[in-house]
């Protein structure tokens, strides 16, 4: 066990679905204040309780030292640990691990991990999501060439994995189904309507190799995922997750002539799993990081489910349902629950918990015990993933 | 978000002037640690492998594709809406780095992973010269 003395007692999620005034829409601290409200309530924990506060960076604009801010409009009083994280896609992790930390050294006995983001503002043209960056090598060495986001980018990573290893459309597009099917179990998804191998093979081309159902879509939401002390959430009337190992990798690989099939889940999954002391053998449910199938599909070969470069026979041949061998993505993932910006990661987080909770109603993975959750932030220059993270999870015991 | 077609900061980052006042002159350049050796692009103000200082060096202008994408939705960069579809590629150079840019002068489909490429220059402002490749 890496954080004995520490609990998951209070897991929250507004739901995706855009709100009737839009208004309300794009405020950030809405979404906070909703999310901090439903994370308290699944714990029994009051608002005075709370004594550290995490922050993700959104992709919204906030001002400087967001998180002091934060803590104030929300009426916290007197915290003694307030912090941000700004790994991208890995950032729930991130914030996990920071709380994770003032809790095992004593600092503090509650700390109430926040993520929202509203990249979608429906009065706006669909197109352009953030305002592009003022600085950095997108800017200057990748936009005047002609990229187009992350799916252009995720593109040519799919290129080569299918070149190496004859990784095919029909082979991801089962991941894209499967978790389709698992969004319509999911009140909070975005969609609700199943799709099937056809459609996706079928849909709108976006960037060769990539496809419209190859693409996340894009919602606006908050997340909070709430730690105790062991001793706190024995007086909580919980069931308690644990974090029973961890890793994260920044800048994974060879930086000259980098393979780009291979992501930092490798360096992260290891650390992840020797501090657990299990395998992917004793996992009982996958939550990973998917703002693309293909990205999904080299998760799952870095984490020890297949061989390097089989992550398309494997995710073709294995059941991934809920209800099936491998259950993959249960709440939809952000491919189809939606991805809420830079709180993206909260998907995966949240709903990992969720299930060790058992708490995940027509989609619950019986008995899960065991569950992997990823996340990944960014993609690097002429690489892969750019930040990656895994955590082992427990189902703990009542006291 | 503009519709008008992105440029490079070129004022904001000092040491990577080189690199585009050289594609003005329809030069490619790329940086060379005067410790390690080590080539290295994009333009960064030391080396990557060992921190040390970096000069330019002329580039071949040869490569070879490593990885490509055909653009057929403009979704995050309108202003490129007139062009599709068209082809951005890593190509590795003769030198050693990995460079994104444009694969022009042939066909989307026709491209593939290892095509043999060379520079050309496409001015696309008063001060901004773009190094794309083209089939050889
Ligand atoms: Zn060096």
New binding site residues.
């Given amino acids: 066990m890496t954080f004995e003395d520490v609990a998951i007692v209070g897991i929250g999620e507004t739901a995706k679905r855009r709100p009737d005034d839009p208004a309300e829409l794009r405020s950030l601290e809405r979404l906070y204040a909703d999310a901090t409200a439903s994370t308290l309530d699944s714990a029994g924990l009051q608002h005075a309780a709370i004594d550290g506060v995490g922050v993700i960076r959104s992709g919204v604009q906030t001002p400087a030292n967001f998180v002091g801010h934060l803590v104030e409009t929300l009426g916290f009083e007197n915290v003694r640990w307030a912090t941000t994280a700004d790994t991208g896609g890995s950032n729930a992790v991130s914030l996990l691990l920071q709380g994770a930390l003032a809790i095992d050294a004593g600092i503090v006995e509650t700390f109430l991990c926040l993520g929202a983001d509203a990249p979608v503002d429906p009065t706006a043209p669909p197109a352009g999501l953030f305002e592009r960056d003022p600085r950095g090598y997108v800017r200057n060495y990748m936009d005047p060439f002609g990229t187009q986001g992350p799916n252009s980018r995720l593109a040519h990573v799919q290129t080569v994995h299918a070149s190496e290893y004859g990784t095919t459309r029909e082979q991801l597009g089962h991941i894209a189904v499967v978790q389709r099917r698992h969004a319509a179990l999911n009140p909070r998804a975005w969609f609700d309507d199943p799709i099937d191998l056809a459609a996706y093979l079928d849909a709108t081309p976006i960037a060769d190799p990539i496809g419209l159902f190859d693409c996340v879509i894009p919602v606006n939401g908050g997340f909070g995922v709430l730690l105790a002390s062991a001793e706190r959430a024995s007086e909580l009337d919980v069931d308690p997750v644990e974090i029973a190992g961890f890793g994260e990798c920044s800048n994974y690989g060879d930086s000259r002539s980098p393979d780009v099939t291979t992501t930092g889940v490798t360096v992260a999954g290891r650390a992840a799993y020797d501090r657990a002391g299990v395998g992917p053998d004793a996992i009982d449910c996958w939550q990973v990081y998917d703002d693309y199938p293909i990205v999904v599909a080299m998760q799952l070969e870095d984490l020890g489910l297949c061989d390097k470069g089989d992550g398309g026979p494997y995710v073709a041949g294995t059941d991934l349902g809920f209800d099936g061998d491998v259950p993959l993505n249960t709440s939809g993932g952000q491919l189809s629950a939606g991805q809420p910006g830079m709180a993206a990661g909260f998907v995966q987080l949240v709903e990992g918990i969720r299930q060790l909770r058992r708490d995940a109603d027509d989609r619950q993975v019986r008995g899960a015990t065991r569950g992997v959750v990823t996340g990944a932030g960014g993609v690097a220059y002429g690489k892969n993933l750019r930040h990656c993270s895994v955590l082992v999870l427990e189902r703990g015991d009542r006291s | 978000m503009t519709d008008s077609r992105p440029l490079p900061s070129l004022a904001e980052a000092s040491y990577a002037r080189e690199f585009w006042d050289a594609a003005n002159e329809g030069r490619l350049v790329v940086q060379r ?1 005067e ?4 080539t290295q692009y994009f333009p960064r103000p030391r ?1 990557g ?4 200082s970096v000069d330019w060096v002329e580039a071949s202008g040869l490569g070879t594709v490593y990885s490509h994408a055909v653009i057929r939705r403009p979704v995050s960069n309108p202003a490129f809406r007139d062009e599709v579809p068209y082809v951005t590629a890593y190509v590795e150079l003769e030198e050693g780095p990995r460079l994104f840019t444009r694969i022009v002068e042939c066909e989307p489909e026709t491209v593939e992973r290892g095509l043999p490429v060379s520079v050309t220059f496409e001015r696309v402002s008063e001060s901004v010269v773009l190094p794309t490749f083209e089939p050889r």
């Fill in positions: 640690c410790a390690c050796t080590t080396c492998a060992c921190g040390g």
